[in-house]
């Protein structure tokens, strides 16, 4: 089983680069939700979708932008990257129907903006 | 507001217990989870307790939740190399809620 995938693994942007990060599941999870992590400060979340068609910010949205046209796809947008956005980029998943909350990861995508 | 503090460091010799301690905020968190993440890898689920438990026992691992003082902590038995890792604390404020999580707390075991 695949899980929750996210491509690519590694990327080097340049102040003012664009690029998508991209995160699939094939667990037919309604909800998905982007974090970063930085040393010491845990993950926090950017964006949050809870079905096809339906987002909404996080906690730190500011410089991504976020659409889910589809269940299992859900990618994350950098319109013109900064040096604050190096980070580690953390796709997760989860049932929408389960109380629990228990939320599968993908790997990450390190990031560094030069 | 919500916000969730761990210790960012302990340092144990291999066999011997880790305790990991959590504090948090809201308490209207339904559920506590623990989170392991490896070097290089994303994060897995350890366990989790429903707000109305005291403790949740699973192999090696025990959680414990104090909800008057909010407080929250993991003990390991018999603590292995591979146990090296960085373990986070996370709360659910409301059912279907995104996570909150604390900063984590990097355990390193020593032969």
């Known amino acids: 089983n695949a899980g929750v995938t996210q491509t690519p693994k590694f990327q080097v942007l340049k102040t003012g680069q664009s690029m998508t990060l991209q995160c699939a599941q094939d667990m037919n999870h309604e909800y998905m939700s982007w974090y970063r992590q930085d040393p010491g400060m845990g993950l926090r979340l950017i964006h949050y979708?809870?079905?096809?068609?339906?987002?909404d910010q996080g906690e730190v949205p500011n410089g991504y932008n976020v659409s889910r046209s589809t269940t299992e796809d859900f990618p994350l947008r950098l319109l013109s990257a900064a040096p604050s956005q190096t980070s580690v980029y953390f796709c997760?998943?989860?049932?929408?129907?389960?109380?629990?909350?228990?939320?599968?990861f993908g790997a990450g995508t390190r990031l560094s903006v030069l | 507001g919500e916000d969730v503090e761990q210790s960012l460091f302990l340092s144990v010799r291999e066999g011997d217990s880790s305790v990991i301690n959590c504090t948090y905020t809201?308490?209207?968190?339904?559920?506590l989870y623990w989170y392991k993440q490896e070097p290089g890898a994303g994060l897995q689920l350890l366990t989790y307790i429903f707000s109305n438990m005291d403790m949740k026992q699973d192999q090696r691992l025990t959680v414990l939740l104090n909800k008057k003082d909010k407080h929250l902590s993991l003990r390991i038995a018999d603590t292995q190399t591979g146990d090296s890792a960085i373990y986070f604390c996370a709360e659910s404020p409301k059912a279907g809620n995104m996570l909150t999580f604390g900063g984590g707390t990097r355990l390193m075991v020593k032969p």
């Open positions: 809201d308490s209207s968190s339904t559920y």
């Open positions: 979708s809870v079905g096809a068609g339906i987002t």
């Open positions: 997760a998943s989860r049932p929408g129907t389960e109380l629990k909350n228990i939320q599968y």
